[in-house]
């Protein structure tokens, strides 16, 4: 299916584990971006990334690690767990430009 | 870098009632201004652009224009209704893309 789609839809996990949230698009857009959404805060930029294999800081992204080896994909990892990092996280893509972004679902992560 | 910030929410309105969320913005240059929704349990999904500086963007009866003089892009709605509750984002378009808190909006019967 065309779009964007991030997998799991929820999750919960132990603090102290390691956990990869995936999103794929299928547009080829060169952009791609986490998102955390955390009540009172808004959506908060984690890592974003240009293009294949470019990746950047976003405001928050201590605690978190991305890679982008294909242009599709956009892996966001949490190498150890915290309760700190439960919140709902967003994955999106944009051609870039000064265009819109499109948004996935959310994944729902919970840190026990 | 860009920065949004915008009205505090949340607002509630009765339906019909005008809306206006206020959204003011720093950007290098100009560049493309955004509203999004995001509806309860779903992602943000465009609702309406502005490219350049006096454009009005507009869709589903909302309007924005874009105000250089200000920085502003506030949004508009001559009438709600309920189905229009949702969390309203303004965004500076670029590279790093940027949002703010977010606008709840309630719209009572």
Redesign the interface.
Known sequence: DAGITQSPRYKITETGRQVTLMCHQTWSHS?M?W?RQDL??????IY?S?AADIT?K??VPDGYVVSRSKTENFPLTLESATRSQTSVY?C?S?A?G?????????TRLTVV | GNSVTQMEGPVTLSEEAFLTINCTYTATGYPSLFWYVQYPGEGLQLLLKATKADDKGSNKGFEATYRKETTSFHLEKGSVQVSDSAVYFCAPGGGKLIFGQGTELSVKP
């Open positions: 952009y971006f998102y009172g805060h808004g959506l908060r930029l974003y240009a950047d976003g405001e967003f999106a944009s870039g000064g265009t819109a972004a499109f948004f996935g679902q959310g």
